[in-house]
């Protein structure tokens, strides 16, 4: 199974014009988001850190821990994303344990980017 076969069936898609954001840094998070269709920008600190397509997940750390939003995303085209909430984010846990990994391997993976992207300190 494709991992974004998981929401082909769920009827919550937000639709984000080119150049609109989906979220802002910021704002709260309570949902996380496939992208179904379009491209879009991950951006923190008014820097591109990553590039969205189909497939792809974002604001999985709203679900995982709420709070204010770590990053902005941006529609680079026309996009369709499919929002989960908490309810179906935990329902997915349950019934696909593959899910659940996949979430964890995607925030891995975005930490590790990051990480490579901070400039390391001197040793004193």
Do not use: W
Request: net charge negative; with cysteine; hydrophobic share 45%.
């Amino acid at each position: 199974m494709v991992f974004f076969e998981l929401f082909a069936n769920n009827p919550d898609i937000v639709r984000v014009a080119t150049g609109q954001p989906l979220f802002s840094e910021g704002d709260d998070g309570h949902k996380m988001y496939v992208l179904t269709t379009g491209t879009a920008e991950v951006i923190v600190n008014n820097r591109v850190v990553e590039q969205l397509q189909h497939g792809n997940i974002v604001g999985e750390m709203g679900i995982v821990s709420p709070g204010p939003r770590s990053a902005t995303v941006v529609a680079t085209s026309d996009c369709e994303f499919v929002a989960i909430d908490e309810k179906r984010f935990n329902y997915l846990v349950q019934q696909t344990p593959f899910f659940a990994t996949q979430v964890m391997r995607v925030m891995a993976e975005r930490l590790r980017a990051v990480n490579q992207m901070v400039t390391p300190v001197e040793d004193i």
